[in-house]
């Protein structure tokens, strides 16, 4: 580790203070607990949280000094879900625990040919998008979900 490599042991779901910079990541990059990861300006950042958490977008990374790195959904691959029903289309997305970003008049979920393929059976209309991901977190708390315990 160089002297130049910044280190962040906190995380706080958002800002307290204006951003020092930012780190731009994808759904599943925000899922971590230890990784070295560059910000936009090119500094290098060792995150070693004390355990694996989510990083929300709008969340921050705080540094030893005090300093907050904004945490930025990055642009990926989704599909982007709409039809008649849309609730219904929801309701087999989330069986097949598939993370959703749920909108008034549209759904956004990670590109899956199988969900694709299933979701064109029930009648809805897909179409592949590049789009920041923020799906909703899970029922019992904050953050993602894990399979079936509760």
Same mark, same amino acid.
């Given at each position: 580790?160089t002297?130049?490599?910044l280190v962040?042991?906190?995380y706080?779901?958002?800002?307290?203070?204006?951003?020092?910079?930012?780190i731009?990541?994808?759904?599943d990059a925000?899922?971590?607990?230890?990784?070295?990861l560059?910000? @936009?300006s090119?500094k290098s950042?060792?995150? *070693?949280l004390p355990?694996?958490?989510? /990083?929300?977008?709008? !969340?921050a990374l #705080?540094?030893?000094?005090?300093?907050?790195?904004e945490?930025?959904a990055?642009?990926?691959?989704?599909?982007?879900?709409?039809?008649?029903?849309l609730?219904?289309?929801?309701?087999h997305?989330g069986?097949?625990h598939?993370?959703?970003?749920i909108? @008034?008049g549209?759904?956004?979920?990670?590109? *899956?040919?199988?969900?694709?393929d299933? /979701?064109?059976?029930? !009648?809805?209309? #897909?179409r592949?998008?590049t789009?920041?991901?923020t799906?909703e977190?899970?029922?019992?708390?904050?953050g993602?979900?894990h399979g079936h315990?509760?």
């Amino acid at each position: 580790m160089t002297d130049t490599c910044l280190v962040a042991r906190h995380y706080h779901p958002h800002l307290h203070h204006a951003a020092a910079d930012e780190i731009a990541l994808g759904y599943d990059a925000r899922f971590l607990r230890r990784k070295m990861l560059t910000t @936009a300006s090119g500094k290098s950042v060792l995150v *070693d949280l004390p355990q694996t958490t989510s /990083l929300d977008h709008g !969340g921050a990374l #705080v540094l030893q000094d005090g300093a907050e790195i904004e945490i930025i959904a990055a642009p990926e691959d989704l599909l982007e879900v709409t039809g008649d029903d849309l609730p219904r289309i929801a309701w087999h997305i989330g069986n097949r625990h598939t993370p959703c970003q749920i909108e @008034a008049g549209r759904l956004l979920i990670q590109r *899956d040919h199988v969900i694709r393929d299933m /979701l064109g059976k029930i !009648g809805a209309q #897909v179409r592949e998008v590049t789009e920041p991901f923020t799906p909703e977190g899970g029922a019992y708390g904050h953050g993602r979900t894990h399979g079936h315990s509760h």
